[in-house]
């Protein structure tokens, strides 16, 4: 079984900060590549930010200059850094593992719940 706890979403005003953090647990081999997405209301899922296991990082348009991600190895762990945050970033934000449960196995994606992040004007 394969867990993803996310945890940092909440309600900041425009121009604030906030920092989210998902680990994964369980029973795995090794994480391949992390990500975070995100889904507004009525609009469909969308990559915000993603980071391989070599540290190799790439981000959606829209958030280049004011968001980081990163991660800890050792504690099968991404971030996403939000700064200069903007009511358009105000969504449901979603983390993503891609994974080998065994050393055998092909890989497979799990999601997290979910956490909200508003931004108000």
């Known amino acids: 079984q394969v867990q993803l706890v996310e945890s940092g979403g909440g309600l900041v005003q425009a121009g604030g900060s906030l920092r989210l953090s998902c680990v994964a647990s369980g029973n795995f081999w090794r994480i391949n590549a992390m990500g975070w997405y995100r889904q507004a209301p009525g609009k469909q899922r969308e990559l915000v930010a993603h980071i391989t296991s070599g540290d190799s990082t790439n981000y959606a348009d829209s958030i280049k200059g004011r968001f980081t991600i990163s991660r800890d190895n050792a504690k099968n762990t991404v971030y996403l850094q939000m700064n200069s945050l903007k009511p358009e970033d105000t969504a449901v934000y979603y983390c993503?593992?891609?994974?080998?449960?065994?050393?055998?196995?092909?890989?497979?994606?799990?999601w997290g719940q979910g956490t909200q992040v508003t931004v108000s004007s």
């Open positions: 993503r593992t891609d994974l080998f449960r065994t050393s055998w196995d092909l890989s497979h994606d799990y």
